[in-house]
Nanobody, 126 residues
Framework: QPQLVESGGGLVQPGGSLRLSCEAS????????VGWFRRAPGKDREDVAC????????IYAVSVKGRFTVSRDDAQNAAYLEMNNLRPAENGIYYC???????????????????WGGGTQVTVSA
């Protein structure tokens, strides 16, 4: 069964950095757009970033632009989210998701994200 697994979350002080990984198994993501999302406590899930299949022109939420960098390594069948200068408001569970394979265009945002990871907790606190 296709699976995405996030890792790299943890506790970091304000202003600190984390690098999240999203590893795919039983699913090749090389032709798929991959997105990153955050669910803060008591809030709806929000988009953080998306990277297209060719890795060019990723898109970011306005609040993270310039501090977060999304990347991918198709040889590793993985995507990454580098987060710098983290803020307490960015606490939450971070998820990655991959586009539906059928009729995939590899563009952001995709019509449908079909595959979701279980999330990794990020806590930004002094």
């Amino acid at each position: 069964q296709p699976q995405l697994v996030e890792s790299g979350g943890g506790l970091v002080q304000p202003g600190g950095s984390l690098r999240l990984s999203c590893e795919a198994s039983m699913l090749s993501i090389d032709k798929l757009a991959v997105g990153w999302f955050r669910r803060a406590p008591g809030k709806d899930r929000e988009d953080v970033a998306c990277i297209e299949s060719d890795g060019r022109d990723p898109i970011y939420a306005v609040s993270v632009k310039g501090r977060f960098t999304v990347s991918r390594d198709d040889a590793q069948n993985a995507a990454y989210l580098e987060m710098n200068n983290l803020r307490p408001a960015e606490n939450g569970i971070y998820y990655c998701a991959a586009e539906r394979e059928f009729l995939a265009l590899g563009r952001c945002p995709p019509r449908v994200y079909d595959f979701w990871g279980g999330g990794t907790q990020v806590t930004v606190s002094a």
